[in-house]
């Protein structure tokens, strides 16, 4: 087919599908179709270049014609549906309903056990994200010389004096001392909240994870306080009895101190990612309070006793909905976080 028959197509073409439009709803695309830069007519002026050079004047004014006609068409049919204005909308129509969000999957556990807590009479509590050294470490018994430090790297601001700076806090055990300052004896507390630690990430280890520090402070407090309320919150978080093992652990802030593992929910034991391979994941690391952090409260520890605990928020979600890798919770992805 010669480029004169093609170029007396595309002008017949695009003036039936212009004649053939009821409104403006195709109006833009017909447009594209025809006078884009990728367009019908724009490859048929690109066409030219390719035709004998007697033939050129002849055929690209019949190109600059059709394109004249075609141009002439589209400004007719917008001027006649308003300049490719929408029809009007029929408000009579039913709307379109707004995407409604959901609570994240750690904050969806966080408000569980806030109301757990709460029936067994325990305040809730905040703290600071940004802390000081000494309610960070000096408080809870881990001086400056202390080697547990080496175990919460973390991320340092300016600020602060030299023996006291400023950094993100590497767990929830600030506000114990915090909260007996503020509270006094006796006292029962949980504390919520984002924490951070400047570490290499994998499926079971991130920057930033949460935690929810449990703290109760009163007269005659003993492990079997403690064991007692580990087993109901387990238990009315997870609906079922869960496996667990409760073993020596080392923290400067308590004394005795415990791991609390429980049995890998994501593998049923037999060893995944999240679980190192070991069947357990530590979740509940826990202990009587130290006399001395009792003392930086305020309180006398020869009067008062008692125990507190650092749930991991995360690796709990990560149990109760089977998430095999912390990463995620953190990953901002839509496909991952409409699961839940």
Not at 31 to 58: H, N, S
Not at 238 to 255: H, I, Q, S
Not at 290 to 316: C, I
């Amino acid at each position: 087919m010669s480029l004169k028959e093609e170029l007396e197509q595309l002008r017949q073409r695009a003036l039936h599908e212009l004649k053939g439009l009821k409104d403006s709803s195709g109006l833009a695309e017909l447009e594209v179709k025809y006078l884009g830069r990728k367009g019908e007519l724009a490859r048929g002026l690109k066409a030219l270049q390719d035709v004998v050079a007697e033939e050129r004047p002849r055929l690209g004014e019949l190109a600059n014609q059709v394109k004249r006609e075609v141009e002439e068409a589209f400004a007719t049919i917008k001027q006649k549906f308003g300049n490719g204005t929408p029809a009007p909308i029929d408000v009579t129509l039913p709307g379109i309903p707004p995407l409604r969000g959901h609570l994240h999957p750690v904050l969806a556990v966080q408000r569980e056990l806030e109301e757990l807590f709460r029936s067994m009479g325990f305040m809730v509590l905040d703290g600071p994200e940004l802390e000081s050294e000494f309610y960070n470490f000096e408080a809870l018994n881990i001086p400056a010389w202390h080697p547990a430090r080496d175990t919460q790297d973390t991320f340092y601001v300016k600020g602060g004096e030299p023996k006291n700076r400023w950094l993100l806090r590497t767990h929830t055990s600030p506000v114990q001392v915090r909260a007996l300052q503020d509270y006094g004896a006796p006292i029962r507390a949980i504390v919520p909240g984002r924490v951070f630690r400047y570490e290499a990430t994998d499926a079971s280890h991130e920057t930033t994870f949460w935690q929810m520090e449990g703290l109760v402070v009163d007269k005659d407090i003993s492990v079997s306080h403690l064991i007692a309320t580990m087993k109901a919150l387990l238990t009315g978080i997870f609906k079922r009895e869960v496996e667990v093992r409760l073993r020596p652990g080392y923290f400067p802030f308590v004394e005795p101190g415990f791991e609390l593992d429980i049995k890998c929910l994501v593998c049923g034991g037999t060893g995944c990612s999240v679980c190192k391979h070991s069947g357990w994941v530590e979740l509940l690391p826990c202990g009587l309070v130290h006399p001395k952090v009792l003392e930086y409260g305020g309180v006398n520890p020869k009067e008062y006793s008692g125990f507190a605990f650092g749930l991991g928020l995360s690796r709990l979600a990560m149990m109760r909905y089977k998430i095999d890798d912390i990463r995620l919770l953190l990953s901002g992805d839509l496909r991952f976080l409409e699961q839940f």
